[in-house]
């Protein structure tokens, strides 16, 4: 076999492959403590979090595939809180909070990140996105 005639037949099950591992890395927006619960979401960036139940203690933090949110100081105004991405902007690992430091890290390359998003070591050279933090009643909302 000729190998134009053992890539063309091979096309079909590639495709298939990866359109399922495609489908399998879909996922709703879910909001994840670290402890493990999920708080459901939506599909876009956007979430919600109820500060009855998450975000309790300065220094503590909730995330989803795509954000990651910290408490920085108490009372529940917008100010208390920051909204990053989570995804190193060096090579998209996702970064980990680091509350006694007081920055993101990321695992990888050792990036660094204040809580304005803004490298300040390692192999990132781009800020963190920063996303708005708003509040009604008791409920956070990033967007």
Known sequence: MDRR???QEL???VLATCAICLGSCAKDNEVT???GNSTGGTTTNNFKVDLTKDLLAVGSFVFNDKIIVVRLASGNVPASFVALQRACTHQGTDVNWNASKNEFIC???GARFNTSGQNIGGQST???????VS????TLSVG
Do not use: D, E, M
């Open 5 to 7: 005639t053992f890539i």
């Open 11 to 13: 096309r079909v099950p």
């Open 33 to 35: 403590t670290p402890g």
């Open 107 to 109: 695992p990888n390359h």
């Open 126 to 132: 781009s800020a963190l996105p920063v996303y708005t």
């Open 135 to 138: 509040i009604s009643g008791t």
